[in-house]
Every structure is written in structure tokens, then in C-alpha cells.
């Protein structure tokens, strides 16, 4: 089986394209428990609550780019939707309808570019299909 690289990954949130300046990017589903174990039990048990999930990236900061930036702004919403090998047809897509900007986090340093940290908080559960 070929590996992947990232060069491919297509970023989309609210009807901003972010892949042509992201450096990392993650995109993390979890799942809620409680302990369901009780009387005699020897063994805890878990059930599953519910879903959560988290998904961040790191793009360039670009010179006089106001309007990418102010998309970032915490407690922005909109959809988010991401493809690890790009946008051909038949390649994989995952859409969160709903999501927001928890945190958007600026790094700078004397010898570097400027990064800025973005997580968002999704609010529904992705959907997969193609492109």
C-alpha cells in the first residue's frame, strides 16, 4: 500500500481555501464513557456517551491577508471540510457542517514566519463521501 504525504490536503472553512498556507494539521474524534460497572462486578465497564472531536491547524500568517484572519477570529462558525489527498474526483472528503473557532493563537519569532495555532470545535458529526 502507497503512504501518503500531505501535500495534497484541501482545507475549507466557511468558504476560505487554507491549505495553500497550512504547515500541520489534525483533525482528532472522540467518544464520551461512564463507568456502567456496579454490584458484583470485578471488571469496570464503559459505555459510550457522547461524540466529540477537535480539529486544529497551523497556517502562515500572510502579509496585508485581513480577511483570512478575521475568519480565525474565536467564535467564528462555519463548515468545515477537509481532504487528505486533494479535491480529485473519487478522493475522500469529511464535512463538518458546524463548527467554530475555539482558539486562534499567533507565534512570532525573529527568524521564522508567523504561525498562527487555529482549533475549532466542531458541533456536529462529520459526514464522509467524495469528491
Known sequence: MAGLT??????KF???????????????RSIDKVDGSA?????????????DG?????II????????RGTLTPGTGGS???GLEGTATGKQKVLYTSVFVENA??????????????????????TEGTY
Open 80 to 82: 468545515l471540510e477537509y
Open 6 to 11: 500531505g501535500k495534497g490536503l484541501y482545507i
Open 105 to 126: 493563537n499567533v507565534s512570532a519569532s525573529h527568524n521564522d514566519l508567523i504561525v498562527v495555532d487555529i482549533t475549532w470545535q466542531p458541533n456536529s458529526d462529520p
Open 61 to 68: 500568517a500572510q502579509a496585508a491577508d485581513t480577511s483570512t
Open 54 to 58: 477537535s480539529i486544529s491547524c497551523a
Open 39 to 51: 454490584g458484583a462486578d470485578t471488571f469496570k465497564t464503559y459505555l459510550t456517551t457522547l461524540k
Open 14 to 28: 466557511g468558504g476560505t481555501v487554507l491549505n495553500t498556507d497550512y504547515r500541520t494539521f489534525s483533525a482528532a
